[in-house]
């Protein structure tokens, strides 16, 4: 029978996709937090890492009320495209969006601790912009830590299972990613599928860790010390 390597592509769609805006959206809120202060910083802090620590059941089912058909974030994304979210492979880069965030603010929150502030205090006295700043001094200097987090994180979106299933559903052809579809190949028997996408599965994320292991986190711009 042959293989229907659907749920494989769609969920390297929802890895990439969910990838990009963790970076956009982790980039900047690590960036709050390695940099700012103010009244609530360890709440919100708390709030990003919380979906790595709670039960997908629990995760599943807060998305599912809050992006239900009745509830206001669902009517105003099905007004503006004409259908609901849950149950679509839109739906699915939701859920791996909740699993891949934590881990990329986390590490990139680190990585821009660790730049050593006198550059960039020297790019603002040089008239550079907090924008400027941030593309031009400590992101090119927390870059391979960084880039090690956002591999981890496609990999993570890649594998998710429990929320992806509660709030996309696994329709064959629609929103069926590779994790559930794994799972059902094992409750339909089907022994030799299930195998198949195992293997091909763990030699990506092997793959995907090998490549992140090659961009060690490193304490970039601080000066080395001084040779005797």
Do not use: C
Not at 21 to 35: D, M, R
Not at 143 to 148: D, E, I, K, S, Y
Not at 151 to 179: H, Y
Not at 185 to 200: F, I
């Amino acid at each position: 029978m042959p293989i229907d390597w659907f749920p494989l592509w769609l969920s390297l769609k929802v890895a990439l996709l969910a990838t990009t805006i963790a970076a956009a959206l982790g980039l900047w809120l690590a960036w709050i937090l390695a940099n700012r202060s103010f009244r609530g910083k360890e709440a919100l802090d708390a709030a990003i890492a919380l979906p790595l620590v709670l039960p997908p059941t629990v995760l599943g089912y807060y998305l599912l009320v809050v992006l239900g058909r009745l509830s206001p974030l669902g009517k105003l994304y099905e007004w503006l495209t004409g259908s609901p979210l849950v149950f679509t492979w839109q739906a699915a880069v939701v859920a791996a969006l909740f699993h891949s965030l934590p881990l990329l603010v986390k590490s990139a929150r680190a990585s821009f601790e660790s730049v050593e502030p006198v550059y960039e205090k020297a790019a603002r006295t040089l008239g550079a912009s907090e924008w400027r700043v941030f593309f031009r001094v400590t992101l090119p200097l927390a870059r391979r830590p960084v880039m090690a987090a956002a591999a981890l994180a496609f990999a993570r979106s890649m594998g998710d299972f429990g929320v992806t299933l509660m709030i996309a559903g696994n329709i064959p052809g629609r929103t069926q990613t590779v994790s559930v579809a794994i799972y059902d190949a094992v409750m339909a028997g089907d022994a030799a599928r299930a195998r198949l996408l195992v293997l091909v599965v763990s030699a990506l994320s092997l793959l995907i860790l090998t490549l992140a292991n090659r961009l060690p986190p490193e304490r970039h711009g601080r000066r080395p010390a001084a040779q005797l």
